[in-house]
């Protein structure tokens, strides 16, 4: 097959990708195009036989609507193309490059260790995959605390280099003027509270926040904060259902809940916990549901590949490109030929 008309079927696949219908909150499938499956032999294309989604993609406009239908809007993250491709054919409404990231993709300790090039890395392979959802990029530690100058210079490399839509940030009223600075250069922020995961060292742990009257205010106070430095959404992360609704009642922007009930505006959870992706015995938090067994398929389609390697019942015929008979027997002749010549 010649590059041209290789190179022609990649430019019709983007072309199908980037020209979608009228959104649905669900996207619909439409199966691959035979001509398309058969473009290429090799295992690596990034998208190889994927269907295309037929949806408008999700702006704020979109989630200000769904929000005033009372619509819940759905959230999950993803660290990189895959986990991407698979939450947007989905049809999840935002993509979160999260800075949990850290540990389920990069095994680290704790969020305060990865760096902004590497939340850039991974924001630019998830943008990749995103045609239709909001793409949301995780502001790391130590990017945006010095100064609201810092914040944007760094919410505006998340932009530009990360090529997400908007980002978000840790923190409540301490942060406002940070926000204030970022939206007010044009670039959409979600902020975040309750629960802030990269200061979980001045809060001793990963605490539930919001559990008594004094608590429960300060949060309100936070949340209200945030809504008028111009955050378009908030999430809240580990606080009692309860003070959760009542919080998303007295605010005129979505609350994105983790561990927070579900009278939030939408909710949001790690991918790689909701899917199962880690052996049995991983600490999950009380809010995770497992949706999945992402490890215990994995786990057995490795073993079942190795056993048939052992057995040499991998790889069959089938798996094969075979030779004309014709050519490989001359092949063949011309070889064992030339080893009886040299014995």
């Known amino acids: 097959m010649s590059r041209a008309f290789v190179n022609t079927l990649r430019t019709c696949s983007r072309t199908i990708q980037r020209h979608p219908a009228v959104y649905s909150p669900s996207p619909v499938l439409l199966p691959a195009s035979p001509s398309l499956v058969q473009a290429r032999h090799s ?9 295309a989604i037929t949806r408008k993609p999700v702006s704020i406009h979109t989630l200000q609507s769904l929000y005033r239908k009372n619509e819940p809007i759905t959230m999950i993250t993803a660290h990189d193309f895959p986990s991407a491709h698979v939450a947007d054919h989905a049809g999840m409404d935002m993509i979160l490059v999260g800075d949990s990231l850290a540990m389920v993709a990069l095994g680290m300790e704790d969020t305060s260790e990865v760096l902004m090039e590497e939340m850039l890395l991974h924001c630019r392979s998830v943008a990749r995959a995103t045609k239709g959802a909001f793409t949301v990029g995780d502001l790391p530690m130590g990017s945006y605390e010095i100064c609201p100058e810092q914040a944007l210079e760094s919410a505006i490399r998340m932009i530009k280099e990360g090529r997400v839509k908007s980002i978000k940030l840790e923190g409540g009223k301490e ?4 926000i204030s600075k970022i939206t007010t250069a ?6 975040h509270i309750g629960l802030t995961p990269q200061r979980q060292n001045a809060l001793g742990g990963f605490r539930v926040q919001g559990k008594s009257t004094a ?3 300060r949060l309100l106070e936070d949340a209200l904060a945030v809504q008028d430095a111009g955050a378009f959404a908030v999430v809240l992360e580990a606080v009692p259902a309860e003070v959760a609704a009542l919080l998303t009642q007295k605010l005129s922007i979505p609350t994105i809940g983790i561990g927070a009930g579900n009278g939030c505006s939408g909710q949001v959870l790690v991918q790689v916990d909701m899917s199962g992706y880690f052996p049995p015995g991983r600490f999950l938090p009380k809010f995770v549901k497992q949706f999945g067994n992402v490890w215990a398929e994995s786990l057995r389609a ?3 590949y190795k056993t048939e390697v052992k057995s040499r019942a991998y790889p069959a015929p089938e798996h094969t490109y075979p030779m004309p008979q014709a050519e490989f027997s001359e092949f063949e002749r011309l070889v064992l030929g030339k080893r009886i010549g040299t014995e």
């Not at 295992?43 to 269907?51: D, F, I, V």
């Not at 942060?175 to 940070?178: L, W």
């Not at 044009?186 to 902020?191: C, D, K, T």
């Open 186 to 191: 044009g670039i959409p922020v979600l902020a």
């Open 43 to 51: 295992s690596h294309s990034p998208l190889g036989a994927a269907t």
């Open 302 to 304: 490795i073993q079942d």
């Open 175 to 178: 942060v406002a003027p940070t």
């Open 215 to 217: 608590s429960a205010l």
